[in-house]
């Protein structure tokens, strides 16, 4: 069964950054898309990156192209999301997600498995 764990969340000021991190386990994470969701206090989840299966595949949200990046490293069974500017407007909780095919896809209902989520509040 696939295990995502995600760190790195924290509260910053307005303009700084913060990288997460999502630990992968159970099954080998080279089969799997991955990306990050996040989830404002009562919004939907939104879309914010994704990564196919070598890395070479990446897509953004609009609210964070410019700003966010998604890397993995298939060695260490882990993803990031590298996330500079910050703005109040992405205080949320990130989902690290994972799906067993390799497009990368958008939607939330197109990945099997959801983490606990981190909490990023960033203050003006």
């Known amino acids: 069964q696939v295990q995502l764990v995600e760190s790195g969340g924290g509260s910053v000021q307005a303009g700084g950054s913060l990288r997460l991190s999502c630990a992968f386990s159970?099954?080998?994470?080279?089969?799997?898309?991955m990306g990050w969701f996040r989830q404002a206090s009562g919004k939907e989840h939104d879309f914010v990156a994704a990564?196919?299966?070598?890395?070479?595949?990446?897509k953004y949200g609009d609210s964070v192209k410019g700003r966010f990046t998604i890397s993995r490293d298939n060695v260490q069974n882990t993803v990031y999301l590298q996330m500079n500017s910050l703005e109040p407007e992405d205080t949320a909780v990130y989902y690290c997600?994972?799906?067993?095919?390799?497009?990368?896809?958008?939607?939330?209902?197109?990945?099997?498995?959801w983490g606990q989520g981190t909490q990023v509040t960033v203050s003006s």
């Open positions: 997600v994972a799906r067993p095919f390799s497009n990368v896809v958008t939607q939330s209902s197109g990945y099997s498995y």
């Open positions: 159970g099954r080998t994470i080279s089969s799997y898309s």
């Open positions: 990564i196919g299966w070598s890395g070479v595949s990446t």
